[in-house]
């Protein structure tokens, strides 16, 4: 009974609406997520990543072992326009859908024109007696993207329907959306459809988790239905789980697989961002003066580096962003410490020229380091020798050369350094 009940509000409803494609939403709508896939949804998209692809999808609506939906669909991507085709069935025993949609996106600059033509079938098969009729219709879409975060799109879908008001079986609807991108990376969509004299509002937020994975959530007050996504992207395949609750229907799971000519990779992601802007909310260290627990509290940083500024500082003096690099910093964590660090000192040797100009700069324990070190001497290694150095005397270090477990290569460099020092 629940079974006959929901085939009839879907007749009512939503003929040839269901799109099992779809991740987040069962039917059309102006405005998608943007996606490396999205030309193929989005009629005029603009979108900024495009790659070739087969995609196949199934899934079973509203938990009914009797009713089916499946789509299979394909994608074909050049410089400034694109061309898809897909198929769709929905139905049962006794009742069916069937569309078959082809159609191109044009782009140029800021703005994307698509058009499509469906060939739409739908059978009844009660007690034997069989009837089905075919149609075929056309639909148009406009994108306009002024600027990289902002999208607004139209959607006409079923443009002969619109002229022929008697075309029941397929009526037209128009489609008006917007997409906004706060931040890359995450994106929010609503879109508004008006069908016959209804009013349908879609709301969904759409985010990159990672430089594979993204997932969607989706709302409608008017449908009563919210829904959520995932999609994984692995080298060349794409794999995306969707499920979608009505509150009377009930629930549906998706799957869709999708083969991809080329890798994909989403660039922009929220785990990103997030580490670029985490660092606003952190206070700032004193670089010369931070303990060892303040150290730490820098993102990236390790025990052994910490260490190393620490005894940088009590053997050389102030820490500059050259010294750090000397110490063995770099990278991310290099990043990481200017980002929090205050009071850097001026590299040593902008210092002394600006005291001096006329004359050389006295040797130090840092000048006798950077040579050190320059010369491929560990950085631990480096640091006592030019301690004693100039603690203990030249003497001191030429005659104990054995104490610093050197390779016999490291150990003639030392000797010539220091000889001449």
């Avoid at 044009?106 to 739908?122: F, M, N, P, V, W």
């Avoid at 750090?324 to 910093?329: E, F, P, S, T």
Wanted: glycine fraction near 6%.
């Amino acid at each position: 009974m629940r079974f006959v009940a929901v085939c009839l509000a879907l007749l009512n409803v939503a003929a040839f609406d269901y799109d099992s494609q779809s991740s987040v939403f069962p039917i059309e709508r102006s405005v998608y997520s943007d996606n490396p896939l999205s030309f193929a949804e989005e009629a005029g998209s603009v979108s900024l990543t495009k790659y070739d692809f087969v995609s196949v999808s199934y899934a079973r609506p509203y938990g009914l072992d009797s009713l089916n939906a499946s789509s299979l669909s394909a994608g074909l991507t050049r410089e400034c326009c694109d061309f898809h085709v897909s198929g769709n069935y929905f139905g049962s025993n006794f009742y069916s859908e069937t569309k078959i949609r082809a159609g191109a996106n044009l782009a140029y600059k800021y703005a994307g024109l698509g058009i499509s033509t469906d060939i739409l079938r739908y059978g009844i098969n009660i007690d034997g007696r069989k009837y089905s009729k075919w149609v075929n219709d056309y639909n148009a879409g406009l994108i306009v993207r002024p600027v990289s975060f902002f999208r607004v799109g139209l959607y006409e879908r079923g443009i002969v329907s619109l002229i022929d008001e008697r075309r029941e079986l397929y009526p037209s609807m128009l489609s008006a959306g917007i997409s906004i991108t706060p931040f890359p990376g995450a994106e929010f969509i609503a879109n508004i459809n008006f069908k016959d004299n209804d009013k349908i509002k879609l709301f969904e937020i759409s985010f990159n988790l990672a430089k594979n994975v993204n997932c969607s959530f989706g709302y409608s007050p008017d449908l009563s239905l919210y829904s959520a996504s995932g999609t994984f992207y692995l080298n060349r395949y794409r794999v995306q789980y969707s499920f979608r609750n009505h509150s009377v229907l009930g629930l549906t799971h998706n799957v869709s697989i999708s083969f991809v000519l080329g890798e994909v990779e989403l660039h922009s992601t929220v785990i990103e961002i997030s580490k670029k802007h985490k660092y606003q909310f952190e206070e700032n260290i004193d670089i010369q003066k931070a303990g060892l627990d303040e150290l730490l509290s820098i993102e990236g940083m390790s025990v052994e580096i910490a260490q190393r500024i620490i005894s940088y500082r009590e053997r050389f003096g102030k820490i500059s962003k050259k010294s750090l690099v000397q110490i063995g910093v770099e990278g991310e964590l290099l990043d990481s410490i200017l980002r929090r660090a205050e009071n850097l000192a001026e590299p040593e040797s902008g210092k002394h020229f600006k005291k001096t100009p006329l004359f050389q700069p006295k040797k130090s324990k840092t000048d006798l380091f950077n040579k050190l070190v320059s010369s491929g001497i560990p950085h631990s290694k480096a640091l006592s020798i030019a301690d004693d150095f100039m603690i203990r005397g030249k003497k001191y270090v030429l005659n104990g050369i054995e104490r610093y477990e050197l390779e016999k290569q490291m150990s003639g460099r030392v000797i010539d350094i220091c000889s001449n020092y």
